[in-house]
């Protein structure tokens, strides 16, 4: 390394004397001159080169611009001392970046001293790469990297930093190296002796395997297995403990590395890594004194207990580390507390139950008042996450009142939470308008305009909401100071409102004027527009107010804003028209209903969280991001592993497919509904469960027919199947060694259809039921896109093996239905399984997706063997969304569409109740069943229905459907119409939602 | 991965700055400032060594009046980084025998020889402190 130039000290020496930036300068300036002379002159020799340029960097790092000493860095770095070297490669690092031209000229030289046998020439080459690394030096010296790294020759050093050169090299241009192609080889080196250069192979298996998952697949074996043999047998070197921790950065690196891909199929690896990981949480039940240790201790532990949570946050290994965390969020040392909160809101984030975060509400709360702003941070994020019906009020409530007292910079993220939260969880519309009317007013400019948007698209969209609305609003507005945001809500809802609460005492048309319009000299041009547009809707609905109104008007014909005066003279102009003109009240006329949307509250609030470099293992929010979020993550493994498992390498893949899921407690099968029952959709009709439900892209709240028994019959007799299924699989394993599972006809039994028919109707029941298996399914559907939830339990006392399941789609041009994972395994006697399934619909499509199901008892033989072929209750009306529409808008569409072909109508005959009445409650059941809103007071007759849905399709659009069934109690007959813009769509949602009901055809 | 490392003083002098993401000069004055306005009023005993910084994270420490800052994602293991910078630290006191601040201004070739020892584009490079002193020694011997 240099040794000291005594020029060198004598420059920093005399800078450090000077007292003022003057002398400073000065004194620098004529340094530079000094350097600029003699670097003019030439014949410098090496030393004197060295010197010069180290006072350049110098007066760099100060922070001086310098323009001197680019060539004689370039020249330094060809020298053949390696002090001379340095200085010149440092210089070059320092002065210069990827895009400068210089770049190009220093190439040659690097290649050089790449290709030098010197291996410390070698290491400054790799560490020029690594800190320029520009695109021109990727692709001259990407392949050049990377022999070095692999060579046998290679010295531990030049591994080591060939391995981070190449990650560099890839981050900024992943494109140029050949990464795939390497694979096999850089993981090999993962089990390199030196633990250096296992930590820095590691890491860049990490970075690339995250856009390769499949190439890089084998690298999960191998990171087991060392951290197996770093935590049980004590395999390596002592100079790599610190702290008494065994190198705790590379097990970290082990550690993060398997959150990017999903849990092993591999019950052997599982096993291993649960053992692991109990081994690591084991070892940090106490806390050392010494600080150091203490902390390498814990980083491995989080790293674990992240791990952990990934592979299966229900696992024991889990509820283990939770009581540690419970611990933690207590701890005196304010590091263990940030970093307790984080693992925490992690656990939340992904977990199935939030019981065991709950159990520390109050904690969590306590910490808003942190005196870390960091930790105040962590406990919002925490607290977020854990939220559900059950402490909705309880946690927004702290939130509102922490609001107030918040760090400025925190503020508008967690007014977004607040409305997230209040917006999902929900379970009264009263708490969710003052709620966010409460928050509005508390925090004023942190209130995106996106939250206001909301609230009005809500109260629009809800009638039961308007009038409390309001009169919520209108008594905010009696504040002496309201916050714009405040106003523009008022205005908007007043005055498409106003009416509701006209009559209630201090409410009258005047009042409500005074109490906007006292407040209209504090607003900006964009809410006095909107006032304006107030006051014309006023002068609508309260003629007793109009004269105020009108004389407001013509003052604003001389505003100068353009816009205003605009409107003034236009609303002037519609005002004044005589009594008996309806043009006003046909403008007036109610908003329509706002069309369903996602939230933007929340893609705004990931927005916020940025881009960073290594992608995000999870994310703060609920379960369902997580889960989606992994699901894109993973899609393009799982999609490429399935038919290149036969010939992969021999990877963990190749091993038998084990479940990875545990099992679960012994049937009974579905559960009764998939999420709570008291969101604010299911106390409702119909129609505000969609809105609200599209509101935050939550979990659509599956309501279930509760009424209804689960099971309808009794399961088939035992002896009836055999015959069916597992008989034909027989016949079929003759016909030359073909599978028989590929071959077997639908399954056939006596409920079969029963079954399949209510769950074209009903969001979750039975689909099949033997003796030794049942099926059970739970469906959500969103817009075009569905899940279903396949329960498989096992009824005998022996396990199911090579369970396999597949889906046949006979139309996949118009339906998309895949598995969320491999759907292979085992299920344990008396257990369940849940499989996922996504569906998603394309076009229109009339043939249902096919599920095989084939497993092997506990039997030898082929009787051992069991096939199961059923049509999955996957139909178009399923896609179908409610809507809800006036009697004079359902009217128009119905007569813009017309009659046939785009009308299909079929009559048919129904089966009475035994006191001899039309099934009323049966019809309304299947129609709004079939997903359709149903429409009261447009038909007279209250035993006909009036139906209204949309169907979703991602690329055949949206369809808009109409319907009306009539039933005729004295002739028994039922007459059901459709109408919608597609005749296929018409003619296949007629055959859908009259089968149930058709006495010929209906299977129950 | 690790974005820039800085050691400031507590006046805000930057002693050592590295970064591992191209930023422009003036983009590099912008963020000696700010994170030395984040860091330096910080209090030491009941606040934790963590702080968010746009949408990255600084983990920092201080010895004597040395602030030791890393700015990392925010995902990133918060005491990984820590115990990283410990790491350096005891090198360099290793190193210099008994290190001061006066020791990072007057090598401070060195100090960036030692670095690149210890941190390379941007992730760990090396974690065992006597592999990284045993090869320094061998560099200083050259010539």
């Given at each position: 390394m240099a040794t000291s130039m005594r020029g060198l000290t004598q420059y920093i020496s005399d800078i450090r004397a000077c007292r003022v930036r003057e002398l400073e300068e000065k004194r620098i300036n004529r340094e530079m001159a000094h350097i600029r002379q003699k670097f003019k002159d030439g014949s410098l020799d090496g030393y004197q080169k060295k010197k010069y340029l180290a006072k350049v960097v110098f007066t760099y790092i100060l922070g001086y611009k310098v323009d001197v000493g680019h060539m004689e860095a370039v020249n330094l770095i060809s020298s053949t001392r390696y002090t001379e070297k340095q200085i010149g490669y440092l210089a070059l690092t320092l002065l210069m970046h990827e895009n400068s031209d210089l770049v190009r000229l220093v190439i040659n030289s690097i290649r050089k001293d790449l290709d030098d046998n010197n291996e410390i020439y070698n290491c400054l080459a790799l560490h020029a790469i690594a800190n320029l690394g520009g695109k021109e030096m990727a692709e001259a010296l990407g392949e050049e990297v990377y022999r070095l790294m692999i060579s046998h020759t290679s010295t531990t050093f030049v591994k080591k930093k060939a391995a981070l050169t190449l990650l560099r090299l890839y981050r900024k241009h992943p494109t140029v190296l050949s990464t795939a192609e390497w694979a096999e080889r850089i993981i090999s080196m993962m089990s390199d002796p030196d633990p250096g250069v296992a930590l820095t192979i590691t890491s860049l298996v990490t970075t690339l395997a995250q856009d390769n998952l499949e190439a890089y697949s084998s690298c999960y074996r191998k990171a087991v297995d060392r951290l197996d043999r770093i935590i049980f047998d004590a395999d390596y070197p002592p100079q790599y403990v610190y702290y008494k921790v065994p190198n705790p950065w590379l097990q970290i690196r082990l550690l993060r590395l398997l959150q990017y891909y999903p849990p092993p199929d591999n019950q052997q690896v599982l096993d291993m890594l649960n053992g692991i990981l109990q081994a690591i949480i084991d070892m940090s039940q106490d806390s050392p004194r010494n600080i150091q240790h203490n902390n390498a201790q814990n980083s491995v532990l989080f790293e674990a207990i992240n791990l952990a949570i990934h592979l299966d946050p229900d696992s024991s290994v889990v509820s283990n580390a939770s009581v540690l965390l419970g611990r933690f969020i207590l701890a005196k040392e304010t590091n263990v507390r940030y970093l307790g909160l984080d693992a925490m809101a992690h656990l939340a984030a992904c977990s199935n139950t939030l019981e065991p975060v709950k159990k520390h509400q109050d904690t969590i709360i306590l910490s808003l008042k942190d005196r870390d702003i960091s930790v105040r941070r962590r406990a919002l994020d925490l607290l977020y996450s854990m939220c559900d019906t059950t402490n909705a009020k309880v946690v927004v409530g702290e939130l509102v009142k922490y609001l107030a007292v918040a760090d400025y910079n925190l503020r508008e993220e967690m007014v977004l939470k607040i409305a997230i939260l209040t917006e999902r969880f929900a379970t009264e519309y009263e708490w969710y308008v003052d709620t966010i009317l409460q928050l509005i007013s508390a925090a004023g400019d942190h209130v995106g305009a996106e939250v206001w948007y909301r609230v009005v698209q809500l109260v629009t969209n809800n009638e039961d909401l308007q009038a409390y609305a309001a009169a919520a609003v209108y008594q905010h507005l009696q504040a002496t100071a309201c916050h714009e945001n405040m106003i523009r809500i008022g205005g908007y809802i007043l005055g498409e409102f106003g009416h509701l609460i006209a009559n209630e005492p201090g409410c009258s048309p005047v009042k409500q004027f005074q109490a906007l319009h006292s407040k209209v000299n504090y607003c900006t041009a964009p809410t006095r527009a909107l006032l304006l547009t107030t006051y014309l809707k006023w002068v609508n609905l309260f003629p007793e107010i109009k004269d105020h109104l009108i004389n407001i008007f013509e003052r604003y014909t001389h505003v100068l804003d353009a816009e205003l005066q605009q409107r003034a003279c236009e609303y002037l102009a519609l005002a004044q028209r005589?009594?008996?003109?309806?043009l006003l009240s046909t403008i007036c006329d109610e908003m329509p209903v706002f069309p369903e949307r996602e939230s933007a509250l929340i893609s705004r609030l990931h927005a916020k969280s940025g881009k960073v470099q290594e992608k995000r293992t999870w994310v703060i929010g609920g379960k369902e991001e997580n889960k989606e979020r992994e699901a894109e993550r993973f899609r393009q493994f799982r999609k490429v592993s399935t038919p290149a498992s036969a010939d992969a390498a021999p990877s963990i893949e190749k091993k038998l497919p084990i479940p990875s899921l545990p099992p679960q407690p012994p049937i009974p099968i579905p559960q009764k509904t998939l999420t709570m029952d008291t969101t604010m959709g299911t106390t409702s009709n119909g129609v505000a469960e969609d809105i609200m439900s599209s509101l935050a892209d939550l979990d659509l709240s599956g309501n279930g027919w509760q009424d209804e028994p689960l099971l309808i019959n009794e399961a088939p007799t035992a002896e009836a199947l055999p015959q069916t299924n597992g008989g034909d699989a027989v016949v079929h394993a003759t016909l030359g060694g073909v599978d028989p599972a590929l071959l077997a006809p639908l399954t056939v039994a006596p409920n079969i259809e029963k079954w399949l028919e209510r769950l074209t109707y009903a969001t979750e029941g039975i689909l099949y039921e033997d003796s030794s298996i049942q099926i059970g399914i739970k469906a959500e559907y969103h817009s075009h896109l569905g899940r279903i939830a396949l329960f498989l339990g096992n009824k005998l006392s022996a396990p199911f093996t090579h369970l396999s399941a597949s889906i046949e789609n006979p139309e996949p041009t118009a339906l998309d239905a895949h598995f969320h994972g491999m759907p292979i395994g085992d299920i344990q006697p008396l257990a369940q399984v849940q499989e996922l399934i996504h569906v998603e619909c394309k076009d229109v499509f009339n043939q249902q997706p096919v599920l095989r199901v084939v497993y092997r008892t506990g039997e030898e033989g082929p009787k051992g063997q069991k096939v199961l072929v059923l049509r999955l209750p996957v139909v178009l009306s399923r896609f179908v969304e409610g809507v809800t529409l006036e009697k004079e808008a359902f009217f128009e569409r119905w007569k813009i569409i017309g009659g046939p072909p785009r009308e299909a109508q079929l009559i048919f005959p129904i089966k009475l109740t035994s006191s001899g009445e039309v099934d009323l409650a049966r019809q309304t059941r299947v129609m709004s069943g079939n997903k359709f809103s149903l429409l009261s007071g447009i038909d007279p007759n209250v035993s006909n229905l009036v139906l209204a849905g949309v169907l979703h399709m991602s690329s055949g659009g949206k369809v808009g459907i109409l319907g009306r069934l009539e039933p005729n109690k004295d002739a028994k007959l039922c007459r059901l119409t459709i109408r919608s813009t597609n005749e296929q769509v018409s003619a296949e949602i007629l055959r859908l939602s009259s089968k149930p009901l058709n006495a010929d055809l209906a299977a129950s | 991965m690790i974005k820039f490392i800085l050691v400031q003083n507590r006046q805000g002098k930057t002693r050592l700055s590295k970064w591992y993401v191209p930023y422009d000069d003036d983009e590099k004055l912008r963020l000696r400032g700010e994170v030395h306005r984040l860091i330096a009023p910080r209090d030491q005993k009941y606040q934790s060594n963590f702080v968010e910084f746009r949408n990255d994270k600084i983990v920092y420490r201080r010895y004597a009046g040395l602030f030791f800052c890393v700015c990392v994602d925010s995902n990133d293991n918060e005491l990984a980084y820590l115990e990283a910078i410990h790491l350096f630290v005891e090198v360099l006191d290793a190193f210099f025998q008994n290190v001061c601040e006066l020791d990072l201004v007057f090598s401070f070739y060195k100090v960036y020889a030692i670095l690149d020892e210890v941190f390379l584009a941007g992730e760990i490079e090396e974690t065992s402190k006597q592999v990284v002193l045993d090869r320094l020694d061998y560099l200083e011997k050259l010539e």
């Open positions: 005589p009594e008996s003109d309806d | -």
